[in-house]
């Protein structure tokens, strides 16, 4: 078995979920809170920046001359096609010109995804790098694909533009190619490395999950507390 698909089985059970998100299914129906849609762009123009960072570390780690363009190509792609899909995103919002550019704190689930993937890239090897970037690519291009399938979005759908952006063809061809390169490096590692390159993509897709429940939910570093001051979750609530 191709180690992708190995990888993509070990982790259908998060695309499930996260196709099953409200953040997701409201994306499928053309319907999200505000809220939700301006936590999701900034946040996630944050974690575009970071995300950049690790492909120009893939770039300077690649083992071949293709493999170093697919990363340069990749890089320019980053920096301007999936800021053009936030803009979706926006003006579905409604989002005034103060709030795009207001300084945001990052909340705790982009803190992690982010020190997760400059960890991968800062002390291991291309193999791990790319495995630890995949669910953003792969995750994103199977849902926005099996959403079109399903809703089939008329123009005149509220998120047509982000969901083919991510539907693309192109996006597919992109993945695709990842997908080679994963495998080609999974057959040259050891039971080891392999192992690592699992961890890494597993503990990305736990990541893309629970970014879309960041950006639905919200999210605090605070413990929440309930009315009354006891701590949500905390032993008070069984007494
Ligand atoms: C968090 C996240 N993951 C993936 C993508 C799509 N590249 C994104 N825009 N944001």
Redesign the pocket.
């Known amino acids: 078995m191709r180690f992708s698909t190995e990888l993509y089985e070990a982790s259908r059970p998060i695309f499930a979920a996260t196709l099953a998100h409200p953040f997701l299914q409201g994306i499928a129906q053309g319907e999200l809170p505000r809220d939700a849609l301006v936590r999701y762009v900034q946040q996630?123009e944050l974690?575009?920046t970071t995300?950049c960072r690790v492909y120009a570390k893939a770039l300077a780690c690649a083992d071949t001359d293709e493999h170093m363009r697919d990363f340069y190509d990749r890089v320019g792609l980053?920096l301007e096609g999936?800021h053009e899909?936030h803009e979706n995103l926006l003006q579905v919002a409604a989002v005034r010109p103060d709030e795009r550019g207001a300084m945001v704190e990052k909340l705790p689930t982009l803190h992690h995804?982010e020190s997760h993937l400059l960890a991968v890239a800062a002390t291991s090897d291309f193999g791990a790098i790319i495995a630890a970037i995949l669910p953003?690519?792969w995750?994103?291009v199977d849902l926005a694909r099996r959403i079109v399938d399903e809703v089939q979005p008329t123009a005149d759908h509220p998120f047509s533009a982000w969901l083919s952006f991510?539907a693309s063809d192109d996006m597919k061809d992109s993945l695709d190619r990842l997908l080679v390169m994963v495998d080609k490096r999974a057959a040259l590692a050891n039971t080891e490395a392999r192992a690592f390159m699992r961890a890494a993509y597993m503990e990305s897709c736990y990541l893309?999950y629970r970014?879309f429940d960041m950006a639905y939910r919200g999210e605090s570093w605070l413990p929440q507390t309930t009315a009354n001051g006891a701590l949500a979750g905390g032993r008070d609530r069984h007494v």
């Open positions: 996630d974690y575009l995300y980053l999936e899909a995804y953003c690519h995750l994103y991510y893309e970014f």
